[in-house]
């Protein structure tokens, strides 16, 4: 069974930093697109950052509005995706979630487009 594991949350202070990792139980995941989506209490599933594999043998990355300039997402291999978040600001606070899936959708920032779903980390940026 594919598992997506997550680590790197954590209580940060506004401006801090933190680095979320996660890493596919699969080699298959290597093509796959992985990205990050988060969740606040009373909120909606929303898009952070995304990976996707290109034929030219890259990665593209895309970045929700709201985290760009301050977040970066890297494949670090085939199956790990890592976001490094700088700046964070108390409105950042939420569980984060790794997702996959085989496809590059064009719908990408639609929770319901991914397949795989980590378990969710927690990041608390306190004030």
């Known amino acids: 069974q594919v598992q997506l594991v997550e680590s790197g949350g954590g209580l940060v202070q506004t401006g801090g930093s933190l680095r979320l990792s996660c890493a596919a139980s699969?080699?298959?995941?290597?093509?796959?697109?992985m990205g990050w989506f988060r969740q606040a209490p009373g909120k909606e599933r929303e898009f952070v950052a995304l990976t996707t594999w290109s034929s030219g043998g890259t990665y593209y990355k895309y970045y929700a509005n709201s985290v760009r300039g301050r977040f970066t997402i890297s494949r670090d291999d085939g199956n790990t995706v890592s976001l490094r978040m700088n700046s964070l600001k108390p409105e950042d606070t939420a569980v984060y979630y790794c997702?996959?899936?085989?496809?590059?959708?064009?719908?990408?920032?639609?929770?319901?487009?991914?397949?795989?779903w980590g378990q969710g980390t927690q990041v608390t940026v306190s004030s």
């Open positions: 699969q080699r298959t995941f290597s093509s796959y697109s």
């Open positions: 997702a996959a899936d085989p496809r590059a959708s064009t719908s990408y920032k639609v929770p319901n487009e991914y397949d795989y």
